[in-house]
């Protein structure tokens, strides 16, 4: 994929400036909205009648079993699948679904942080920030001094990474888990993504770090955005999240606010609808 | 103070295989001061003779930093050179040889790129093949012949890129007087590469590669195309070696490039480029060549037989090899030291587990 000429403008300019997306997102109710849709591999109906929506600034947990259609779900949001039938809004305007893809959702200032697919190990911070992104001349020329500062003020600000050793010249294989979990959330906040997908972010990590995880989470929700927090431990989504949704063999079977129900309840209540289903 | 003074210093490019090269140039300076403390084993032997090495060098530190190896190069070498010495020599057309020896370095390469990042052929065994092709290619259109450029000297092609430099009366043979133009034009494709490696978007895209090819994907760079711009580049610079090498030994022939192979890519790995990819220095190569190429008159002078020359040099490549494998792992050297019951404490960013815990907010 080229450099997209949106991505480039909004780098052009200053670190925090109006873009296009922001400028409208004066005018919208929900970030993204799902009418009717429906998937199918082959025969297997993976997504049954999904009708929801994710307020612009919510964080929404979504849970359910392995297999219970989350990732699908996540991909057909981002572009990486077309749905069967169905319609998708993003920012309460109907998305042409012929015309989706990965390329587009990133215009639309979606944003997915894979586990850990998505920093280079032995490159600096500086660099895993602006890569694909870059700030140049008009011969391709990193403008080197700018990105290390805008990275600085990512790491202190945005990220809130201070006095513990790492500097924008670390290379990121001296990160632990929850860091670099840290450091994709911050980018994508840096680039203005309205909604931040996590996918699992807390897998195989330790205490300490789903703790700075969950910070990160709470930071997305601090800064005016929203985000789709897929997470199998119930503990984790119930602390953060606005809302849950429940999904269960394609389906959506249910939606918690947290606040109604503690964690021991709602594995309870979840497993109770895998025994009446 | 001093600890900054001290990364600071430790932070220059390159540096185990600068300091390793004084070294060792200093040890020759001892055993074979009639050669080593005289200027023209590096002006006139050095600066004449190693910048298609120092070029190709460069060139496989890209390739190598993005996790690729082109074995295709030396066969560049003796295609381009074959196309250049033919249309030069029989065809007498100058400058067009020049640019149709750079021409069929840049489809050689690009033809590389596509087997490469679009057939999906892993770049050991696509460039392998290649090389036989084009070396084959190579002795069938020159007949197996070499071809002596005669009165070459006098020409323009040659004055303005392998001649020597305007200065002092090349009569006097005085050192300063064989200087040649070659070695300025390295020092100017190096520096210009140095710049595309480390301050382009194309070097940035070849290191992201190198460490990983679907982060790069995920982070939006065009994996396949940059690959394809990189062996083409690999062609390019091969093809501008055929001609130094050409014009400099005023003479043609078929395996001219077959020598480069081995001593290239070691002087990339010794000058610390990473063997896995993702991390690279061009300063590290351009000593590691030096380093590579004075090995040889070095121990010659100093009364060593030819054979003596390959073992060293297969010695330091295997030794400096190590070195960066447990410099660049700091968990394979740790497990070694480990091994050796010695503690260490490493320098000033220490892995997530070393340092204190970050406080958290909130619970």
């Known amino acids: ?277 | 103070m001093k600890t900054a003074a001290r990364s600071r210093f430790a932070r220059i490019e390159g540096l185990p295989i600068i300091v390793v090269s004084v070294l060792i140039i200093g040890l020759f300076m001892i055993t074979a001061p009639s050669v080593f403390l005289r200027p023209e084993i590096y002006t006139s032997t050095m600066l004449s003779t190693a910048p298609p090495l120092i070029l190709l060098a460069t060139g496989l530190t890209f390739v190598i930093a993005a996790g690729e190896i082109d074995l295709s190069f030396p066969s560049i070498i003796g295609f381009s050179g074959c196309a250049f010495a033919i249309l030069f020599k029989l065809h007498g057309l100058g400058w067009i040889a020049i640019l149709a020896a750079l021409a069929a370095g840049v489809l050689i390469g690009f033809i590389n790129g596509v087997l490469v990042a679009k057939v999906g052929i892993p770049s050991f065994i696509a460039t392998l093949g290649t090389g036989f092709f084009w070396n084959g290619m190579a002795t069938f259109w020159s007949g197996g012949k070499s071809y002596a450029l005669r009165g070459v000297e006098d020409t323009s092609v040659y004055q303005i890129l392998v001649g020597n430099l305007p200065i002092g009366d090349p009569a006097t043979y005085v050192w300063y007087s064989q200087i040649s133009v070659q070695a300025v034009w390295m020092a100017a494709i190096v520096v210009f590469l140095w710049f595309v490696l480390n301050r382009h978007r194309f070097g940035e895209h070849i290191l992201f590669i190198g460490d990983s090819n679907d982060v790069s994907r995920v982070v939006g760079v065009d994996v396949d195309w940059e690959k394809i711009k990189l062996f083409t580049m690999m062609g390019l610079l091969a093809a501008i070696a055929a001609i130094m090498l050409t014009l400099e030994n005023r003479n043609y022939f078929g395996n001219q490039g077959q020598g480069y192979l081995l001593t290239a890519i070691a002087a990339v790995l010794i000058g610390g480029t990473s063997i896995f990819g993702g991390k690279a220095t061009i300063v590290g190569t351009v000593f590691g060549a030096v380093l590579i190429y004075l090995m040889e008159p070095g121990l010659v002078a100093a009364g060593a037989t030819a054979e003596t020359v390959q073992i060293m040099r297969g010695l330091v490549f295997l030794i400096a090899v190590i070195f960066y494998l447990f410099m660049d792992e700091p968990a394979r050297r740790r497990a070694l030291l480990a091994r050796f019951m010695i503690r260490t404490s490493s320098g000033p960013a220490k892995p997530a587990g070393e340092r204190p815990a970050q406080p958290t907010r909130g619970s």
Do not use: C
Not at chain 1, 1 to 20: C, D, F, S, V
Not at chain 1, 32 to 43: D, E, P
Not at chain 1, 65 to 94: M, Q, Y
Not at chain 1, 184 to 206: K, Q, V
């Open chain 1, 1 to 277: 994929m080229r450099l997209r000429p949106a991505a480039k403008g909004r780098i052009r300019g200053e670190g925090l400036q109006m873009t296009a997306a922001m400028a409208e997102s004066a005018s919208f109710a929900n970030i993204v909205r799902l009418a009717g849709v429906q998937k199918y591999f082959g025969a297997v109906h993976a997504l049954r009648n999904i009708n929801m929506a994710v307020g612009r600034n919510e964080i929404v947990g979504l849970i359910g079993d392995n297999g219970a259609g989350k990732s699908t779900l996540i991909k057909t949001i981002t572009g990486v699948h077309k749905p069967t039938s169905g319609r998708i809004f993003v920012r309460d305007k109907e998305i042409d679904l012929d015309a989706y893809s990965v390329g587009k959702a990133h215009d639309l200032s979606i944003e997915t942080v894979y586990q850990d697919k998505s920093l280079g190990e032995k490159q600096p911070l500086w660099r895993n920030f602006f890569v694909g992104r870059q700030i140049v001349n008009r011969f391709g020329f990193i403008d080197v001094k700018k990105e290390k500062e805008i990275a600085n003020d990512i790491l202190l600000n945005t990220i809130g990474f201070r006095g513990v050793g790492i500097s924008v010249d670390s290379t990121v294989q001296l990160l632990s888990g929850g860091e670099r979990q840290g450091i994709s959330i911050g980018r994508a906040m840096h680039f203005n993504s309205d909604l931040i997908i996590l996918d699992e972010p807390t897998a195989a990590l330790g205490v300490k770090e789903v703790r700075k995880v969950l910070d990160f989470v709470r930071r997305i929700k601090e800064s005016g955005r929203a985000s789709i927090y897929i997470e199998h431990n119930l503990a984790h989504v119930h602390e953060v999240a606005d809302r849950l949704i429940v999904l269960d063999r394609g389906e959506i079977v249910a939606e918690i606010r947290p606040s109604e129900m503690t964690v021991a309840e709602l594995t309870k209540y979840l497993i109770n609808i895998q025994h009446e289903r």
